[in-house]
């Protein structure tokens, strides 16, 4: 079967690794064990700048069952990580006695037991000499990097287009740091022999890890491999390869024995990364019909000493609308924070609320249905390239959500809706979600007893990797799901990039695409001039495949099924590769489009109290082909309450004088419960994606984005408040 033959919005199968792990026998890095495996924790730096004046080991060295403590003053030079498609690596751990920021690793310790080792960490004694630290955006002392990585746009004549404006909105929006917190605390396990170490780890990326650690332990890549068949969540940690693998590696190496490394989990909040909290200005001018004519848009956000996490988060305003005037800037501060990583939907995330919320205010001003304008706005083309789009679906995001959510019930004027005492607000917002991909390899095998083997180095942190591709194969081979297996999550197998940013559906999809293909042409080639085949001479245009067989189209009669293929040439099986490369705008003559989406949010307010809820949710995406509807609308609806709980919980409060993090457990650090999360209505809209065979956009995060401004336009419909700092709180509302 051609990709083209694809059903638009894929069987809702249940995930085929429900059952492994609903009985635990899905084996995240945490559960390996092996012989004579000991256990490390970390020691992690209770200042934000300054350095070590002293430490002192021995008592931890003493300490029932500790085989060792390694500190900078022990550690060996390592070389700092690679470049990756992500940016640099995080700094190398435990090389001098400077301390960048509050949980910065200062050593690890390894005993027989965790908790003997977490015992004896505890006993390191650690004396700093204290710097001030830098930890707040407008500290004048911080170093300000200007547009590092050429992001920031300019197109047209911004004063012209001002001037033109008939009415101009302008508000600074803040966000704060949020964290990623996996449910699975992200672990290591590092084992040598000789030369070669195997490594678990909570990643998204094995062979990111793979290559780091060559580089920094001088190994050949050949010599290592890492495994992680399942991961207990991301939403962004497990992209960058971080400090505590390489010193659980180097732990192992040194004791000889496998070394196992689990976080804790306020170790989470300064070891994985996290959302950088930024401050966007934006300003944007209208005609009085509601014709965007000009958008400034500054973003600042933070970033860690001697890093380079990147966030653009004004970018969204260049791109989003059809506006023939638009400026913005990105301008990074370097803070003692630890190191930022992508959460979910970086930069967009942050990015979406300011925009959104600003062409909010721009229709209350004008006197304008916030959709109206949104529509009347509409990018037909690509702004930033002027090139037609791949696919775009956002005008009907906007009428399917809008009538599936009533949004021509709402009454315009603030506060005009009630429910009893309780106010009723209807927001919305738009998504228009960047597309990202990157080259992709898979391998395809069809076995004698005709079961399908199919695999790639990536990875499926709950998202529905294995059984989305399962179906993929499925359809593409012609064979019931349960003939397929997918195996993923082994740097041995071929390359994969991340899952993350939207893009691993879409690229190992089209390596899979590609490897079934090549594998079918395989098989033609095989009976090309088998006089016993009724395939003979056929190409891959002339073919189809059902039910195990290859048939010519039309012609069902005219086949043969691939174990008898294999049976007759004495073949135990057919393997072949298949690459995905991404797909070029200026070659396709087309802009390479991402999701879209448009979210309509109900909330309630309790005026007396000041207490939020939010009632309803409607997602219309525009995801492209939808692999599996079920795997595809739980992102969709996961997504969604990670951005409830941007929009109204999370805020990772950090103490401003020693950098340390008050809030880092799970009592601490607000998420929704499910009391707080409402209905949420999803709905897929448009069609395949022409840029690349399979047609998928990815729609790992246009599902977070949106909510936090949807909310907020809400509040605003409500109460008439208009909140433009992340999260909304109980006082904004009183
Ligand atoms: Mo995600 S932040 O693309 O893992």
């Known amino acids: 079967m051609t990709a083209d033959s694809l059903p638009l919005i894929g069987a809702g199968l249940d995930r085929v690794d429900a059952p492994l792990k609903v009985t635990g026998s899905a084996h995240y890095p945490n559960d390996f064990g092996y012989p004579g495996m000991v256990h490390a924790a970390l020691v992690r730096a209770t200042i934000a700048a300054g350095r070590i004046s002293a430490i002192d080991t021995s008592q931890a060295q003493a300490a029932p069952g500790v085989l060792t403590v390694i500190t900078h003053l022990t550690a060996p030079r390592l070389e700092r990580g690679p470049m990756t498609l992500l940016g640099p690596s995080p700094p190398a751990p435990l090389q001098d006695d400077r301390i960048l920021h509050y949980g910065q690793h200062v050593a690890i310790v390894v005993a027989d037991t965790a908790e003997q080792a977490r015992h004896a960490a505890s006993l390191v004694r650690v004396e700093y000499e204290t710097a001030k630290a830098l930890l707040d955006l407008d500290d004048p002392r911080a170093e300000v990097l200007t547009d590092p990585w050429s992001l920031d746009t300019d197109r047209g004549d911004l004063d012209a287009g001002f001037a033109a404006a008939d009415v101009v909105v302008e508000g600074t929006y803040t966000t704060p740091d949020n964290t990623n917190n996996p449910l699975g605390l992200m672990s290591t396990i590092a084992l040598w022999h000789g030369d070669s170490v195997t490594v678990h780890d909570s990643t998204q990326w094995p062979h990111n890890v ?31 390869m971080w400090p505590h693998v390489i010193l659980t590696v180097l732990a192992a190496r040194e004791l000889g024995r496998p070394v196992k490394l689990v976080l804790t989990r306020p170790e989470m909040f300064t070891s994985v990364g996290h959302r950088p909290n930024s401050v966007m200005r934006f300003k944007i001018g209208a005609t009085r019909d509601g014709e965007l004519v000009a958008i400034d848009a500054d973003g600042v956000s933070s970033v860690a000493m001697e890093d380079d996490d990147y966030e653009p988060v004004s970018l969204c305003a260049a791109v989003s609308y059809a506006c023939p005037n638009v400026r913005t800037r990105d301008r990074q501060v370097r803070l003692n924070i630890p190191c930022p990583g992508s959460m979910r939907a970086p930069a967009e995330g942050q990015g979406n609320f300011a925009l959104e919320s600003a062409i909010d205010e721009l229709a209350h001003k004008l006197g304008m249905d916030p959709l109206e304008l949104r529509l009347r706005n509409f990018a037909e083309v690509d702004p930033l390239s002027g090139l037609p789009w791949s696919s775009n679906a956002l005008r009907e995001c906007y009428r399917q959500g809008a009538e599936r959510f009533g949004w021509s019930r709402r009454s315009p004027e603030p506060g005009s809706m009630r429910e009893g005492r309780r106010l009723v607000g209807y927001g919305l917002a738009a998504v228009s979600y960047p597309a990202y991909q990157v080259p992709c390899q898979a391998r395809a095998s069809l076995h004698r007893d005709g079961s399908a083997f199919v695999r790639s180095a990536a990875t499926d942190i709950g998202t529905g990797t294995y059984t989305v591709m399962t179906q993929l194969v499925a359809e593409l081979l012609g064979l019931p799901t349960s003939r397929v297996r997918f195996d993923l999550g082994d740097s041995d197998m071929p390359y994969s990039p991340q899952a993350g940013g939207s893009g691993l559906t879409g690229a190992l999809g089209n390596a899979v695409h590609a490897a079934c293909r090549r594998l079918l042409r395989e098989f033609l080639d095989l009976v090309g001039d088998d006089a016993d085949s009724p395939l003979r001479g056929a190409g891959l245009g002339d073919v189809t495949v059902s039910e195990g067989c290859i048939h010519r189209i039309g012609a069902p009669d005219q086949g043969e099924a691939y174990t008898d293929i294999l049976a007759r040439h004495g073949l135990e099986g057919l393997s072949a590769d298949g690459r995905s490369i991404p797909p070029q705008s200026e070659e396709l ?63 990772t409060a950090t103490d401003r004088e020693t950098g340390r993090i008050a809030n880092a457990t799970f009592g601490d650090y607000l998420i929704p419960v499910n009391a707080d999360v409402p209905d949420m209505d999803v709905i897929f809209v448009g069609g395949p994606d022409r840029a690349t065979p399979v047609g998928t956009k990815g729609v790992g995060e246009v599902g977070l984005v949106g909510l936090a401004a949807a909310i907020a336009n809400a509040v605003h419909h409500a109460t008439g408040r208009r909140i433009r700092s992340l999260p909304i709180t109980i006082d904004q509302l009183l």
């Open 210 to 240: 793979r290559t780091s650690l060559a580089q920094i332990f001088k190994v050949p890549e050949s010599g290592i491999r890492v495994l992680a068949p399942y991961v207990g969540g991301g939403f962004g940690a497990g992209l960058r």
């Open 589 to 651: 003559g087309m802009a390479i489009a991402g999701a879209f989406g448009a979210k309509f949010v109900e909330v309630r307010i309790d005026p007396d109290l000041g207490l939020l809820r939010v009632a309803r949710v409607v997602s219309a995406i525009d995801g492209g082909r939808i692999l599996n509807e079920k795997t595809a609308t739980s992102q969709i609806t996961g997504g969604t309450v990670g951005g409830i709980s941007q929009a109204m919980f999370e805020d």
